[in-house]
């Protein structure tokens, strides 16, 4: 029997407060592991944005599958993310290996017919980052050219000094770390957990997630 853990997101306090989203989220995802004789071995129930995949709640889920789960069961693919890219990046690092179930989309990718929906959407996202690759690089290219920043998040790999872009040696040395272990083969999981042992951290002061090593990898 296939063991799956649930992963409920609301997006606001309300909804977290009042449960009711998240009491319709369970049910269906208990009636779901019912139906397809599924082993539900626990609920993790998350209060956030859908922005990132760096959230607690969904990292600690990840980090349990191999161990003492086999899949993620959710309502909707967006309770993960509403990213194309970032559902993408999902896939690839994480389930090729193991199980995602959707309740709404009828995804399981268990079965040749599920495999083949998250391949498509993977492909999908994959040529998107590639375009906005291209699109960065550009434009990065052309900023450095002119040691100019136009705003926004300032890039990993880099500090804004006085309106210019300037490097972080010790982030653009764990940049490379990343590209060199990336070369010889190793996973993006692995990668991450290379870092870690290492004492190499993120701006935030947490491991580098997957998720992050493979945009930094890109």
Request: glycine residues 8%; without cysteine; charged residues 25%.
């Amino acid at each position: 029997m296939t063991k799956v853990i649930g992963y409920i997101r609301v997006s606001t306090d309300k909804q977290a407060e009042h449960g009711f989203s998240l009491e319709a989220q369970a049910e269906k995802l208990k009636a779901y592991a019912m139906l397809y004789d599924i082993d539900l071995v626990d609920l993790v129930v998350e209060q956030g944005s859908a922005k990132s995949v760096d959230r607690e709640g969904l990292q600690s889920v990840l980090d349990r599958l191999g161990k003492n789960a086999d899949g993620l069961l959710v309502v909707k693919l967006d309770r993960l993310t509403r990213s194309v890219a970032d559902l993408g990046r999902l896939v690839e690092t994480y389930f090729q290996d193991y199980a995602l179930l959707s309740v709404g989309e009828q995804i399981d990718t268990r079965s040749a017919s599920g495999r083949l929906v998250l391949n498509v959407l993977a492909s999908v996202s994959q040529w998107e980052r590639e375009v906005i690759g291209e699109r960065t690089s550009a434009a990065m290219q052309h900023m450095k050219s002119l040691n100019k920043y136009t705003g926004g998040k300032t890039p990993y790999g880099y500090d804004l000094v006085n309106g210019s872009l300037v490097e972080n040696d010790a982030e653009q040395s764990i940049i490379q770390l990343v590209a060199k272990y990336k070369a010889e083969g190793l996973s993006y999981r692995k990668i991450s957990k290379v870092l870690a042992e290492a004492g190499h951290l993120s701006r935030t002061g947490r491991s580098f997630t997957p998720n992050r090593i493979m945009q930094m990898a890109a």
